[in-house]
C-alpha cells in the first residue's frame, strides 16, 4: 500500500483544513487508517484513527470536538477535517494504514500544517 498525503497549508487560528490521504491499491478497505502528527522537536504523536469499516472512530483528548476523520473506500481515501485550529496544531500529519499496530503498517509522506495565532 503507498500513501499520499495532501491538504495542508497555512491557516490562521479558528480556521479550518481538510487533509486527504490518497491510498494506492486494492486492499484499502482492509486497512484500519490513523492520522499522527509530529510537531517541531516533539514526538509523533496520535491524532485520529478509523476502522476498515468506517464504523468506529477513535480521537486524541486535544483534538476531540474539532477534528472528524472519515473514509471514502470506493475512493481508496480518509480525510481529517480539522475545524477550530490552534496554533498548537501546527505539525506534519502522516496518515498510515495497518490492521492492528500502526507501527508495523504503511505510512504516507506527510502533509504540513501551520497554525498562525
Known amino acids: 500500500v503507498q500513501l499520499q498525503a495532501s491538504g495542508g497549508g497555512s491557516v490562521q487560528a479558528g480556521g479550518s483544513l481538510r487533509l486527504s490521504c490518497a491510498a494506492s491499491?486494492?486492499?484499502?478497505?482492509?486497512?484500519?487508517m490513523g492520522w499522527f502528527r509530529q510537531a517541531p522537536g516533539k514526538e509523533r504523536e496520535f491524532v485520529a484513527s478509523?476502522?476498515?469499516?468506517?464504523?468506529?472512530?477513535y480521537y486524541a483528548d486535544s483534538v476531540k470536538g474539532r477534528f472528524t476523520i472519515s473514509r471514502d473506500n470506493a475512493k481508496n481515501t480518509v480525510y481529517l477535517q480539522m475545524n477550530s485550529l490552534k496554533p498548537e496544531d501546527t505539525a506534519v500529519y502522516y496518515c498510515?494504514?495497518?490492521?492492528?499496530?500502526?507501527?508495523?503498517?504503511?505510512w504516507g509522506q506527510g502533509t504540513l500544517v501551520t497554525v498562525s495565532s
Open positions: 498510515a494504514a495497518y490492521y492492528s499496530d500502526p507501527a508495523s503498517g504503511y
Open positions: 491499491g486494492r486492499t484499502f478497505s482492509s486497512y484500519a
Open positions: 478509523i476502522s476498515w469499516s468506517g464504523g468506529s472512530t
